[in-house]
């Protein structure tokens, strides 16, 4: 068209993934457009991560003001089908620090008992979501086991004033739990023999290790992980030094925040800066678990390296290379 009615006022409201480089690209150049052809701003355009509801209860409300209207967003509650989780075991972490986690194992069962119910399905990278209370936002956390296992295996780090992880952390072998599980597809290793390159920080260390547990096929998998102390809080330690020496675990790269060298993960990968080039450069994955400011440290570092392969880190995503799991 060659022109809009020169009245019309428009209000373009895009979604995205912030953790993307051209976050809602698509956005900016539909309302460049709009403007282009003579329409007129009515709002700013609003960009919404990942359906934040408050960013969108936000837009709709100046929308409303703006239009004389009362304006806003309730989301829809999914009917999904609750398990009852009965704790099997518990490995407690630094006991006496002032943020200790747990690994537990949980049994499933289904929550209502039918004479017949099919078997529940979940997989390492899988979440599994249990709510603090009535009516409370349920909490995420990344399963680390198989259906195959017979177990449902998370990791907890008991958070101050965190309702759901003192609640989980709290739990004593035999006490039950409801939550339900949701797939998570997008986070997973791809088929094939090329290198894993797994980076993870704290408790994100869960469903890493639940892929180094299926390695069956020795595929190359490096391993680079980020804790606190190393005398306290190195999760899952007598077991990595099996994989290591069966084969499953090619490479352990440590970095430990508090002790004489302190270090972040994201310092241990500039130190492999070399080695990762080359597994890069083999067409390897990269799968990232943990915080959104650790996860920003390993981008930027794996984005230094991958303009010296004339690649990107947004590039590795497009082709499934490069998958995160971050909270």
């Not at 993870?200 to 180094?212: E, K, M, N, R, S």
């Not at 090619?250 to 990762?276: I, M, N």
Request: aromatic share 8%; proline share 5%.
């Amino acid at each position: 068209q060659s022109g809009l009615p020169s009245a019309m006022q428009v209000a373009v409201l895009g979604f995205g993934d912030a953790q993307f480089q051209h976050f809602c690209a698509y956005a900016e150049q539909v309302e460049q457009q709009l403007h282009r052809h003579g329409a007129q701003t009515l709002l700013p355009l609003q960009k919404i991560d990942r359906g934040e509801l408050a960013q969108l209860n936000d837009w709709a409300q100046r929308l409303g003001q703006t239009l004389g209207l009362d304006l806003h967003f309730t989301p829809l509650r999914r009917v999904v089908a609750l398990q009852q989780l009965q704790l099997l075991s518990k490995e407690v972490y630094g006991e006496h620090s002032d943020a200790p986690a747990a690994v537990l194992r949980f049994a499933v069962r289904a929550a209502q008992p039918r004479w017949w119910r099919p078997k529940v399905h979940f997989a390492p990278g899988d979440l599994l979501a249990i709510s603090p209370g009535h009516d409370q936002a349920a909490r995420y956390y990344s399963i680390a086991s198989s259906h195959e296992d017979d177990a449902l295996e998370i990791c907890v780090r008991k958070q101050t004033h965190g309702r759901c992880s003192s609640l989980l952390y709290g739990l004593a072998v035999g006490e039950r739990v409801a939550g339900f599980i949701q797939p998570h597809p997008d986070f997973r290793p791809s088929a094939g023999q090329h290198p894993l390159i797994l980076v993870g920080a704290g408790t994100g260390l869960a469903p890493l290790i639940g892929f180094v547990r299926k390695n069956a096929t020795q595929r190359p998998l490096h391993l680079y992980w980020g804790g606190r102390n190393a005398q306290s809080d190195f999760l899952y330690a007598t077991e990595l030094s099996e994989y290591l020496a069966d084969g499953r675990l090619t490479h352990l790269g440590l970095a430990f925040s508090q002790g004489p060298e302190a270090l972040y993960v994201q310092d241990r990968l500039r130190q492999d800066a070399g080695t990762l080039l080359g597994l890069l450069g083999q067409g390897a994955q990269v799968l990232v678990c943990g915080s959104k400011d650790m996860a920003a440290g390993v981008r930027e570092v794996l984005e230094n390296l991958l303009v010296q392969l004339g690649s990107s880190v947004e590039q590795l995503r497009l082709q499934g290379r490069y998958r995160e799991d971050v909270y």
